[in-house]
């Protein structure tokens, strides 16, 4: 992990170089945000871009999404060993697969080795990109199927593939992954818009030039012999930070720590924590765990550490870029044949976006940092397209989001209301590109309020996503904390479960309107029609946590999501009462306007 270094760093040239590693990072997720098409990468920022060193350990990256960060060091580690010295300077790999480093098969990841300008031969660094693009295949639109049961059913995998070879950008190779070899699976189609993939993906080819290219300016300034040297200067500065953390839980909570949470399913997670106080260090082990699961919410080992590493970062005080630096003093034991550890088969889509959150609830509640949030990411997907029951290919599109919640509570702080937690950061698309991109209307879009757990310290509201189709379109729903509800720790209440209902309007074809026999009944006739109207009125259906709908037109599908745990009981209805008000006027003064929108418009005041 750390090579050898020249003495003590400068604490200034120390602060100087994490910022202009960070800095590089981010300029590759402007280059990519702004080079984009798509909605997914474009407007909900479902990328992140990451700097790494020769031997495939994270250096630095920009506050982009948390699982991918820590998950890619296995990506470029991967392509490393297998590749070896076939890596030629203009090569560019593309990559998903889980066994590869991938976190789920949307997630395509690009990158690009860096070779020295003075020794040609000589890899100096890689940069790397990673992004959620729409739809990959499967056998639904979006390749977010709730029901799938094989990987294969999820879309493309693609282990290792050269996309561009020695600057030659290989198309034919990307569709015949991309399109071709995903149609031959049983009930599965290729990428239903390849254009606007295909697009994305060179946006995320040109990131990686440009990461490149400030990497060389670097060099250029400082040499290269200077920038390696703080590069590993910055990793020893986060492990020691680590080190100093575990001294100090150890101090507080004693070196041996557990918990135990569940999927709505029942399966079980699991973790031990050993802290060894003199060396400040930790043995992570999720013995205990549930089985590798049929459905998808199986994570690979991948997601576990972006899982722990997110924990160990989140929980330290010091404001240090995270870095392979954070898991030196952390080993992590995970079971094999455990839902954490699954064959290579195994469905996963689920697991990348819930299943990370319910690990990330477990290491915190074992080192009692905070309250669970909602604890899940409420994918949505909906599109058209693909194969059809004749088996004919019809070109369509694909849309997936993510939905906020409630985030936690903890020692000293509410939690927050409507916001993405912990290991996602992604953006909600805009109400207005919504609209006019697809058919369907936002009928609201608010807080759910009380819906956060109670306490010293309120855990954060969820929100309500209602949404109206304009046409038949087949939706997909997959979610989580909807028979466990958020914890809440000393004392504090849970958060409210989710809960996603589908208003269905009856029809004809369906077999579901009422019809003569049903006035006979001696129920309550307003449940079969309007009184005022007397035409039919809606089902109010329950579809559970993970459901693949066909809507109809007009039909809703209302989310609501889960609040995060409260922190700490409350003495009085006194502090209750003020718990509550508190929280009223935090949210009212941290509501702003946000969006893609709004920050052009505020980009293009500052011109």
């Given at each position: ?483 466990h509800a958020p914890y809440g720790l000393e004392g504090g209440q849970p958060g409210e479960r989710g809960r996603n209902i589908w208003i269905k309007l009856p029809r004809e074809q369906?077999?579901?309107l009422p019809d003569a026999a049903d006035d006979l009944l001696p129920a309550n006739p307003s449940i079969h029609k309007d009184v005022k109207t007397s035409t039919p ?71």
């Amino acid at each position: 992990m750390s090579a050898p270094t020249k003495g003590t760093p400068d604490p200034i040239l120390l602060t100087l170089f994490a910022n202009r590693f960070m800095s590089v990072a981010e300029a590759m997720g402007r280059a990519l945000q702004q080079t984009s098409i798509s909605t997914n990468i474009k407007e909900r920022l479902d990328y992140s871009c990451a700097l790494f060193a020769p031997d495939g350990d994270l250096v630095a990256n920009a506050p982009f999404i948390p699982i991918h960060l820590g998950s890619m060091s296995f990506a470029v580690k991967y392509q490393m060993n297998l590749l070896g010295k076939d890596l030629k300077n203009g090569d560019v790999i593309m990559t998903n697969s889980p066994r590869a480093g991938g976190s789920h098969l949307p997630d395509i990841t690009i990158i690009t080795p860096v070779f020295s300008q003075t020794q040609p031969d000589q890899i100096i660094f890689f940069t790397a990109s990673r992004g959620h693009h729409a739809d990959i295949g499967g056998i639904l639109p979006g390749s977010m199927p709730p029901t799938s049961v094989n990987i294969f059913e999820e879309g493309a995998e693609i282990v290792s593939f050269k996309i561009v070879k020695e600057g030659v950008f290989d198309r034919d190779g990307m569709l015949d992954y991309l399109v071709e070899k995903p149609a031959k699976y049983p009930g599965c189609s290729g990428c239903r818009n390849i254009r606007d993939v295909e697009s994305d993906l060179k946006a995320q080819i040109a990131a990686n030039h440009k990461g490149i290219g400030l990497i060389h300016a670097l060099i250029t300034e400082y040499s290269l012999e200077s920038v390696q040297e703080y590069m590993y200067h910055i990793r020893n500065n986060a492990e020691q930070s680590v080190r100093n953390l575990l001294k100090d839980v150890a101090k507080r909570r004693g070196t041996k720590l557990s918990a135990r949470d569940y999927l709505d399913d029942g399966s079980p997670i699991q973790v031990q924590v050993s802290i060894n106080e003199e060396k400040g260090s930790a043995v992570i082990d999720f013995e205990g765990t549930g089985p590798e699961l049929r459905g998808n919410l199986n994570a690979p080992i991948s997601v576990v550490h972006s899982a722990v590493i997110y924990c160990m970062r989140a929980m330290l005080d010091v404001d240090i870029p995270l870095n392979a630096g954070c898991l030196v003093p952390i080993e992590i034991k995970i079971p094999e044949d455990s839902l954490l550890s699954p064959s290579h088969t195994a469905a996963v889509c689920g697991g990348n976006v819930l299943t990370s959150q319910r690990i990330v609830d477990v290491v915190l509640k074992a080192f009692n940092a905070a309250a669970a949030s909602q604890g899940c990411c409420n994918n949505l997907t909906f599109g058209q397209g693909g194969k059809d029951k004749d088996g004919v290919v019809k070109e369509g599109w694909g849309y997936y989001e993510t939905i906020a919640g409630g985030s936690g509570a903890g020692p000293g702080w509410h939690g927050t209301s409507g916001v993405h937690t912990h290991i996602t950061n992604t953006r909600i698309g805009d109400v207005e590109i919504l609209e006019r991109r697809y058919p369907v209307l936002v009928h609201e879009f608010s807080i759910r309020e009380g819906s956060g757990g109670k306490g010293k310290w309120n855990g954060g509201c969820g929100v309500i996503r209602d949404l109206e189709f304009l046409e038949e379109i087949r939706v997909s729903i997959l979610s989580e904390r909807r028979a466990h509800a958020p914890y809440g720790l000393e004392g504090g209440q849970p958060g409210e479960r989710g809960r996603n209902i589908w208003i269905k309007l009856p029809r004809e074809q369906d077999g579901d309107l009422p019809d003569a026999a049903d006035d006979l009944l001696p129920a309550n006739p307003s449940i079969h029609k309007d009184v005022k109207t007397s035409t039919p009125k809606p089902r109010i259906i329950n579809v559970g946590g993970k459901a693949t709908i066909l809507m109809g037109k007009g039909d809703r599908l209302v989310l609501n999501t889960p609040g995060g745990g409260g922190w700490g009981a409350l003495d009085s209805e006194e502090a209750q009462k003020e718990a509550n008000e508190e929280r009223d006027e935090r949210i009212k003064l941290e509501w702003s306007a946000r969006g893609s929108l709004v920050e052009r418009a505020k980009v293009q005041s500052s011109f």
